[in-house]
């Protein structure tokens, strides 16, 4: 009965190589979240979708690509590995008329050589 | 300036005791403000939101100060289980396409001790 779910959870490539990871809620919420933690432990915010359309596109490297199939899923694809992209990936979700209180996945521990 | 400080800490505090933290915000429109908790390892999780008037649930106290850009969240009586990292959360905006944009301080590791 998990909520908000992440695979994998942990993520151990290469530079320059290209990985995905995938979420999925069954909380029926509307608006998804993708965020990065870095090593200093900064959560920020990369992209949000609405009902499979993109909100939300922060500053981030056109080699991150989010695709969203349906409104309960949103996957993050990262193309050409860099040193980094180290870091925790946090998939969220939230209701749509209170997108402030989000849900987050257990995270996504990616570590690039 | 960040747009979201908070004292990083440790602060290591023993069972029974009362510890507080604070966070300031750099945007004055910002709309609402909220405490998450994050255990190691793992998801950040709501703890409460943080009201003008101030809230209270059960032994958290939330504060708001508007005017000065400053919010507190007191703990009574430390449990063990509190041990955590405790991140003062803002929204910049409310409405359109930043409702959801919650910005993120970088938290405030609190570890309790027997």
């Known amino acids: 009965d998990t909520a908000v779910s992440q695979t994998p959870k942990y993520l151990v490539t290469q530079m320059g190589n290209d990985k995905s990871i995938k979420c999925e809620q069954n909380?029926?919420?509307?608006?998804m979240y993708w965020y990065k933690q870095d090593s200093k432990k900064f959560l920020k915010i990369m992209f949000s979708?609405?009902?499979?359309?993109?909100?939300i596109n922060e500053t981030v490297p056109n080699r991150f690509s989010p695709k969203s199939p349906d409104k309960a899923h949103l996957n993050l694809h990262i193309n050409s590995l860099e040193l980094g992209d180290s870091a925790v990936y946090f998939c969220?979700?939230?209701?749509?008329?209170?997108?402030?209180?989000?849900?987050f996945g257990p995270g996504t521990r990616l570590l690039v050589l | 300036r960040k747009e979201v400080e908070q004292d990083p800490g440790p602060f290591n505090v023993p069972e029974g005791a009362t510890v507080a933290f604070n966070c300031t915000y750099s945007?004055?429109?910002?709309?609402?403000f909220f405490w998450y908790r994050q255990d190691c390892r793992k998801e950040p999780k709501l703890l409460m939101s943080?009201?003008?008037s101030g809230n209270e649930d059960g032994r958290f106290t939330a504060q708001l100060n508007r005017a000065s850009q400053y919010i507190s969240l007191l703990i009574r009586d430390s449990k063990l289980s509190d041990s955590a990292t405790y991140l003062c959360?803002?929204?910049?905006?409310?409405?359109?396409?930043?409702?959801?944009?919650?910005?993120f301080g970088q938290g405030t590791i609190l570890t309790v001790h027997p």
């Open positions: 909380l029926g919420h509307d608006t």
């Open positions: 969220a979700s939230s209701p749509l008329r209170r997108q402030e209180t989000q849900y």
């Open positions: 959360v803002v929204n910049p905006r409310a409405g359109g396409t930043s409702y959801g944009k919650l910005t």
């Open positions: 979708y609405n009902n499979k359309e993109l909100i």
């Open positions: 945007n004055s429109a910002s709309q609402s």
């Open positions: 943080v009201y003008s």
